[in-house]
């Protein structure tokens, strides 16, 4: 499905949100930007996709910045457009549940629109946990759960009616942007995904509600006492 839809999918995701995802990633990027300035911060871009997000760390970072995805389409989609913009990003094809990482190793993590798409919340969650470096930060911007009833119901038709249609049209897959709604639908709202953060090991964990609670910014760190004593 996602191979798919890799040759449109960024146009696809602007226009479906009418490009209210590129303030959501701005203030991910300003919430990461002192570690990001650091010289040999090692940095992550999970699920990656075609590169959007990873590539916006980059013109920040001094370091490297690691991308990875599952999906083949998306990572030669993110190369090439890391060789436009004069990057040579690394990438790297590999599930999320089972990172080719050894144990605290990065600096950072981030995960964009993607770890909805993990078939284990928990298990993804320690898998990360795992990797990082102490104090390290998690940071998950997902789509969330409007709390106020007017924008949950709109949000609600919105997704389940419009976007299918729209996002099918224009990228190509219908079941692409049907399975988009029901993954939301189906992903804990934002306090829930906070207390899971909590459980699998993170000691300090806030989050932010964007646009009315339509997305939602997690972050989460690992405390220097954990990873000693692991």
């Not at 226009?15 to 300003?30: P, T």
């Not at 013109?59 to 989609?77: K, N, Q, S, T, Y």
């Not at 946990?129 to 106020?148: C, D, K, M, Q, T």
Request: hydrophobic share 45%; charged share 20%; net charge positive.
């Amino acid at each position: 499905m996602f191979a798919r839809i890799a040759p449109r999918y960024d146009f696809a995701n602007h226009l479906l949100s009418f490009n209210i995802d590129r303030g959501w990633r701005k203030l991910l990027l300003k919430r990461l930007e002192p570690i990001l300035k650091r010289p040999h911060a090692k940095i992550l871009d999970l699920c990656c996709g075609t590169g959007d997000v990873l590539l916006e760390l980059q013109e920040i970072a001094r370091a490297p910045v690691i991308g990875l995805d599952f999906c083949h389409p998306m990572l030669l989609a993110a190369g090439q457009k890391a060789l436009r913009k004069g990057f040579r990003a690394p990438l790297i094809e590999a599930d999320a549940l089972r990172l080719p990482i050894p144990d605290n190793t990065l600096d950072a993590i981030t995960i964009s629109f993607g770890f909805r798409n993990l078939a284990n919340y928990g298990a993804g969650l320690r898998e990360l946990y795992r990797v990082l470096n102490p104090p390290g930060v998690l940071a998950i911007l997902e789509f969330s759960h409007p709390p106020g009833l007017v924008m949950h119901a709109a949000y609600g038709l919105y997704s389940r009616v419009l976007l299918p249609v729209i996002g099918g049209v224009v990228s190509g897959s219908r079941e692409a942007y049907s399975y988009l709604p029901d993954s939301i639908r189906k992903f804990p709202d934002a306090e829930n995904l906070r207390k899971m953060m909590q459980a699998a090991g993170f000691d300090e964990t806030k989050y932010e509600l964007l646009t009315g609670g339509i997305a939602a910014l997690h972050l989460g760190w690992k405390s220097p006492s954990r990873g000693a004593a692991e």
